[in-house]
């Protein structure tokens, strides 16, 4: 008797059973075998023991998983050629027990009407941290896991309770979380939830855009706020990259209506320290301002994107700000690209700003946000004091520190040495520095970046002199990399607009699809780009139908069965093709973020051991063995030991297969051969052989890295040979097809 003795019979006899875990499980839920005596007759009487659920097969997912990041390398695309550091970062110890109360007890007390009273109240400048969300985008490409900010949450939570709010979603978080990471977003939002209780979290909301590059219809905005408030989010940072207020009336209402805080943000271009720059003055930034007050927002929020703000346009504009609204709290975003962020936000600060946005100093920087540790050390002592003890800053640094290490294949510092203060100039916003960075370098520019950023400068001008700030900084970029590949000038362009093919995002931005700028659209660019194209007037959304949320559901149900959850509807609205891609992959590799962050970019080398919790409790052993040879279809079997037992799966070496192809170029002094304006995909051919093409026809719409071009016909005639289907990968100049006069 007794469940020893039990357990040895069963192990003897069932031996071969025993990869049989559900059975076992049911043995261990067994009430007879659990409260009273057993015997060799218990199985027989128990027929119930091999009613088995089937198990889900997690494990074996992410064997396929692994197994493939050892054949094949990372599934994400890796920009830089590093490995993640073999170094773990060391978590400061945190004792048990609740942590300390913070501004998100006084929300959940006092709503955001009182929080906004709170904020306003206290005594010295409070921080936000952007370590979570714009720090990371900015520095590495957006690319840190949740496996990494779970771990230094309760750290956090403890330490840093005083913040004013936590920014850890929103931007390019939630695309690329799905995109890159294979993760869901959502879940981030409610896992950080569970280990921060007390300090609020902040995201940023596109306007009319949600957390997309396209306007939403209405209803989908408003939704989106509900589901992300009640999964935990408290502040929404509103903006739209025009400032066009309908777009933002749009987005403060969606947040309002959910219950968030809202904070209006004026996306800040120009400098209103220089009198020769009239188009972004300081009367244009009061005047938006009074718009966002009298809308009801509770924070008023100064968006400067690029790091353009000058301590003494800082004065100026937070100066002004605070004399016409003494109630309202001011918070101060910046960048550190030119490397003035901190005497900037000291200024703001000194001038009357309430909070200003850090990130942790090993984090902060260039085009990140700046150092927290200088701020706090600066501030010490004066009226300005954050309350932060500088320890702490050392911990939490010393953490993100040795965690940046993993995400070396995404870090800028690769190539990126140092800011730069031609930022006045370009007027880049940080992020997307760091992104054209990456491109210029991915598309075989990288000895061009001072050309791209000329060009931005440029196509800035030629646009209008936008405000730039996604997704209109995009915009802007797209045309700038037009400009560099084709060899065009500013002049060429204006002179050539109406024979030129035109980035599709630039096309869409003329025809009005996000918004009306500042000052109106640039003439006669905008008529020689879109000729006949339709406009459209005023607020993009407005137009739209409203979304079928439960047609979107039903949808998804059908095709991924029925553990939809309210939150995938949403990502589905956001980003339909992200995420049908995301459950796809979740589907053939499982849940790849258990996985540390080395495994999931890097794998294990053969006979490293090592843990992966499933969920709490639910721990699996695996050790990589061996890699078997390629066979004849072009596989290799990968051996691995999982919780003791051997386990292997064939993963298609692509590497192996992939044969060399080469592609005709097309010769510029043959008339009627039409080349790829630039390395990319093709997405669609429009024409086939035999027909009949206008001069500017479309013929042909290619994707490079987010961007859309859609190559257009030099001439009138006839397709003669077509050399290119949908999905083929083009370098620059491959031939697409031929056209006879
Ligand atoms: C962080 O908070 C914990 C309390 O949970 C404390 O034990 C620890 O000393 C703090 N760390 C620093 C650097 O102050």
């Known amino acids: 008797g007794g469940p020893e003795n039990f357990i040895q019979i069963c192990v003897h006899n069932f031996l071969s059973y025993v990869t049989n875990i559900p059975f076992l499980q049911n043995v261990f839920s067994n009430h007879q075998f659990l409260y009273s005596t057993v015997d060799t007759q218990f199985i027989d009487e128990n027929p119930d023991l091999f009613n088995l659920k089937p198990t889900q097969n997690r494990a074996q997912k992410l064997l396929h998983y692994l197994g493939h990041v050892m054949v094949n390398g990372p599934t994400t695309p890796i920009p830089v050629k590093a490995k993640p550091s073999s170094i773990d970062p060391v978590i400061p110890p945190v004792t048990m027990g609740d942590p300390p109360v913070g501004f998100r007890d006084v929300l959940l007390r006092d709503g955001p009407e009182g929080f906004a009273k709170a ?78 209780p007390n300090v609020p979290f902040q995201m940023l909301l596109r306007g009319a855009n949600a957390v997309g590059y396209t306007n939403y219809p209405d209803n989908a905005v408003f939704k989106f706020c509900e589901v992300a408030k009640e999964n935990g989010m408290d502040i929404f940072r ?14 403060m209402e969606a947040a309002g209506s959910a219950g968030g805080v809202v904070e209006a943000a004026i996306s800040y271009t120009g400098d209103v320290s220089d009198p020769m720059r009239q188009k972004y003055s300081l009367d244009y930034y009061l005047q938006l301002a009074d718009e966002l007050v009298k809308a009801g927002t509770h924070i008023l929020c100064i968006k400067d994107m690029a790091g353009l703000l000058k301590p003494e346009a800082s004065k100026l504009l937070v100066g002004a700000l605070r004399d016409r609204f003494p109630d309202v709290p001011i918070h101060v975003h910046t960048h550190d690209t030119a490397g003035a962020g901190v005497a900037a936000m000291l200024a703001c600060a000194e001038a009357g700003a309430d909070v200003v946005d850090v990130a942790v100093d090993s984090m902060a920087g260039m085009t990140s946000q700046p150092s927290m540790g200088a701020i706090v050390a600066c501030a010490k002592g004066t009226k300005l004091d954050t309350g932060i003890a500088l320890e702490k800053v050392f911990d939490y640094s010393e953490y993100w520190e040795v965690a940046r290490g993993l995400y070396a294949p995404f870090d800028c510092t690769a190539t990126m040495k140092s800011g730069n203060a031609d930022v006045y100039e370009n007027e880049i916003p940080g992020g997307q520095y760091t992104n054209l960075h990456f491109q210029a370098h991915s598309m075989g520019l990288g000895n061009k970046f001072k050309e791209v950023k000329k060009a931005y400068a440029e196509a800035n001008k030629l646009l209008g002199d936008l405000i730039k700030v996604t997704p209109s900084s995009k915009i802007v970029g797209d045309l700038a990399q037009f400009m560099v590949q084709n060899d065009l000038s500013r002049a060429e362009v204006e002179e050539r607009a109406d024979e030129l093919s035109f980035p599709l995002s630039v096309v869409e931005f003329l025809q009005g699809y996000i918004g009306i700028p500042h000052g109106g659209f640039p003439e006669p660019l905008r008529s020689k780009v879109l000729k006949s194209l339709p406009r459209i007037e005023g607020r993009p959304g407005a137009s739209l139908p409203p979304m079928d949320f439960k047609a979107l559901e039903d949808g998804l149900r059908a095709t991924h069965g029925d553990e939809i959850t309210p939150e995938d509807v949403m990502s589905a609205a956001m980003y339909p093709k992200v995420f049908q891609e995301f459950k796809e992959f979740t589907a053939n590799f499982g849940p790849v973020d258990c996985l540390s962050t080395r495994l ?142």
């Open 119 to 196: 904020v306003r109240n206290h005594q010295g400048l409070l921080l936000m941290d952007t370590t979570f969300r714009d720090a990371h985008q900015s520095l590495l490409a957006t690319r840190v896991r949740t496996h990494d900010l779970k771990k230094i949450s309760p750290f956090v939570s403890h330490n840093f309770s005083n913040l004013y709010s936590l920014e850890n979603w929103g931007g390019a978080t939630f695309d690329v979380a799905m995109r890159f990471l294979s993760e869901c977003p959502w879940k981030r939002l409610q896992e950080l939830r569970a280990l921060i």
């Open 238 to 251: 509103v903006f739209d990259s025009l400032n066009y207020v309908p777009n933002m009336l749009l987005g």
């Open 600 to 741: 999931f970019l890097d794998g294990p080398k053969i006979a490293e051991e090592f843990e992966v919790e499933l969920e709490r409790g639910k721990i699996l052993h695996i050790k990589a063995l061996a890699l078997g040879d390629l066979n004849k279809a072009g596989q290799r079997e990968v051996f691995f030991e999982l919780n003791g037992q051997l386990r292997s799966v064939l993963v298609k070496d692509t590497v192996a297969m992939k044969e060399m192809k080469f592609h005709p170029k097309a010769q510029k002094s043959i008339k009627g051969q039409v080349g790829a304006p630039m390395p990319g995909k093709v997405l669609e051919v429009k024409v086939e052989v035999g027909s009949k093409v206008e001069k500017g026809q479309p013929l042909c719409v290619l994707s490079a890295m987010k961007m859309e071009t859609v190559v257009n016909s030099p001439m009138a005639g006839t397709v003669k040979a077509v050399y290119v289907t949908a999905d083929a990968s083009l370098e620059g100049d491959d031939l697409i097809l031929e056209i006879e006069e």
